[in-house]
């Protein structure tokens, strides 16, 4: 596995909006010292993006220009990337993608709290029914690296945020040659 030299891994989290990616990525960036690099706000500080998107109520983001702010950072190592899809970052730059999973009715429940309705909500729910984000994971990086996490309740996380904290301090630079 190349993991281009880098000093310190990347961890890419996944999941359908509400499963709690900001929320682990915050406090696992405070224990291990990683860059939290939460991607939808990058989007909007830095207008990567080609618009509003009207129907789903977000920005469409532009994959390239993400990519291009992002590669210095990724090179360098350290980062935990927060974002709700993941099949067009550069497979090479993770060493770790967790897909945070969600229980459809406590999902919805989120959602709703957090002002989602209509086809918002509705295409969200599907999104975690069908395990979208998942099979996206898995279909874009070495099975052997990605990791499901349920995220349901506040334990859930903190188990979740020990174990990544963990496998970041076990984990050693490849020596390829
Ligand atoms: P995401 O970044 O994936 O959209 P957030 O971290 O913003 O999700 O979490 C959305 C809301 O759900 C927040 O109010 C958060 O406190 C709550 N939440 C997320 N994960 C959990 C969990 N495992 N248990 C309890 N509440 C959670
Ligand atoms: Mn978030």
New binding site residues.
């Given amino acids: 596995m190349a993991d281009g030299g880098r000093a310190r891994p990347n961890i890419l989290v996944t ?1 359908t ?8 990525c915050s406090l696992l960036s405070d224990a291990i010292r990683l860059r939290h690099i939460n991607v939808g706000e990058l989007v909007r500080e830095k207008d990567l993006h080609d618009g509003w998107d009207e129907e789903f109520e977000c920005h469409i983001i532009n994959e390239d220009l993400v990519c291009d702010e992002l590669e210095d950072k990724m090179e360098e190592g350290g980062n935990i990337v ?1 974002y ?1 899809g993941c099949d067009f970052f550069p497979e090479r730059w993770f060493d770790c993608v967790v897909v ?1 999973q ?1 229980d459809n009715s406590i999902l919805h429940d ?1 959602l709703s709290s ?1 002002g989602y309705m209509g086809p918002k909500l509705i295409n969200n729910i599907e999104c975690e029914i069908f395990q979208v984000l998942l099979e996206e994971a898995k279909a874009s990086y070495a099975e052997d690296i990605v990791m499901a996490l349920q ?4 334990e ?2 903190s188990r979740n945020v020990a174990k990544l904290t963990e496998w970041v301090n076990n984990w050693r630079p490849h020596r390829s040659s």
């Fill in positions: 999941g909006p509400g499963t709690g990616k900001t929320t682990t927060d709700h945070l969600t989120r957090r995220s349901d309740t506040v859930d996380i």
